[in-house]
């Protein structure tokens, strides 16, 4: 996801650049306004989006780990990494790059909410 400037405020009356880093703002806050553009490029509703923020770290580390361990027994001793073995398992890399955005937004908000 991108930073998103969830609020604008003129800090020099007459300048034509008055844009806040939201990251500089806040980490916390910056994730908490994106969740929602993360849930659209998974394509989940809120439902979905909060069965993936649900569970426990350990709980993650599990379910990421089934995972690899299905890929690597899919992939036979010696095989060579090519384009296309990537492209094939580029979505699930994207899925659970977009899971723990998520993940790591609702611990934040714990946090600092």
């Not at 994106?34 to 426990?56: F, Y």
């Not at 094939?88 to 611990?107: D, M, N, S, T, W």
Request: glycine content about 6%; proline content about 4%; aromatic content about 12%.
């Amino acid at each position: 996801f991108y930073p998103a400037l969830f609020y604008e405020r003129d800090e020099v009356e007459g300048a034509n650049n008055h844009y806040n880093c939201p990251i500089v703002t806040s980490y916390s806050e910056n994730i908490k306004n994106n969740v929602e553009e993360i849930a659209r490029e998974m394509g989940a509703s809120k439902e979905e989006v909060a069965a993936v923020q649900a569970g426990e770290p350990r709980d993650w580390l599990l379910e990421t780990h089934a995972i690899c361990t299905e890929i690597y027994d899919f992939t036979p001793e010696g095989t060579k990494v090519s384009y296309d073995y990537v492209a094939k398992y580029a979505p699930v890399i994207e899925q659970q790059f977009l899971r723990g955005g998520l993940r790591l937004a609702r611990l934040l908000n714990e946090i600092y909410d």
